[in-house]
């Protein structure tokens, strides 16, 4: 079966610093990655998804980055935080080119102070 | 372009009785409809989905949804209201006419809560 893992839980984190969080993908190949951010326990952004190793697209332009360097790893960086970059961050992923449903990590809680 | 409207921020229900949170779509083809739940501090879960075939989807802890074309709607419901059922409620489509590589577009979701 797939599962998908996200770490960090919690970080907090001063402003200016690096982020990097990172999710992994188990038991599936060349599925579609995505990063959202959830803002005050509401709806869901979309910030970057990838359909395969080294392609990204990004929804909203910002201090935020991604990058899949292998087909089951995605990675969402910061060279320097924001305290707007607080949030709830989710990473899902699905079966790539298929009318499926997404599957979500357990999310990353960032607070930046 | 596609897009989700959940009309109601929180919907408040009795235990035992039936609860309906809505969801309506836009679309310039046909939809695929998904439903996830949300607890809290926790990721998405998927519920249930509506691709195609009968218009009443029956999903995970005894919900269902009913695909209705002509409202663009597809509302979710439970007969009987737990007060674990008490979550973040998120209807999401895609264009069936979209590449399967697009991304699920969300709408704001609704909070239920069931009150003992």
């Known amino acids: 079966s797939q599962t998908i893992h996200q770490w960090p839980a919690t970080l907090v984190q001063p402003v200016g610093s690096p982020l990097s969080l990172e999710c992994t993908v188990e038991?599936?190949?060349?599925?579609?990655l995505y990063w959202y951010r959830q803002a005050a326990g509401r709806g869901l952004q979309l910030l970057f998804y990838?359909?395969?190793?080294?392609?990204i697209s990004s929804e909203v332009p910002q201090n935020l980055s991604a990058s899949r360097p292998q087909d089951r790893q995605f990675i969402l960086s910061s060279k320097k935080l924001l305290l707007s970059d607080s949030g709830f961050y989710l990473c899902?992923?699905?079966?790539?080119?298929?009318?499926?449903?997404?599957?979500f990590g357990q999310g990353t809680r960032l607070t930046v102070v | 372009a596609q897009s989700v409207a959940q009309p109601e921020d929180q919907v408040n229900v009795a235990e035992g009785n039936p609860l309906t949170v809505k969801c309506t779509y836009s679309v310039s083809g046909n939809p695929y409809l998904f439903w996830y739940v949300q607890y809290p501090n926790r990721g998405l879960q998927f519920l249930l989905k509506?691709?195609?075939?009968?218009?009443l989807v029956k999903g995970s802890y005894g919900f269902e949804a009913e695909f209705n074309k002509s409202q663009t709607s597809f509302h979710l419901k439970k007969p009987s209201a737990l007060v674990s059922d008490s979550a973040l409620y998120f209807c999401a489509v895609r264009d069936i006419s979209n590449s399967g590589n697009t991304p699920l577009v969300f709408g704001k979701g609704t909070r239920l809560s069931v009150i003992a």
């Open positions: 038991g599936t190949s060349n599925p579609n």
């Open positions: 990838s359909v395969g190793i080294g392609q």
């Open positions: 899902a992923w699905k079966k790539g080119n298929m009318n499926t449903e997404a599957f």
């Open positions: 509506y691709i195609t075939g009968d218009n």
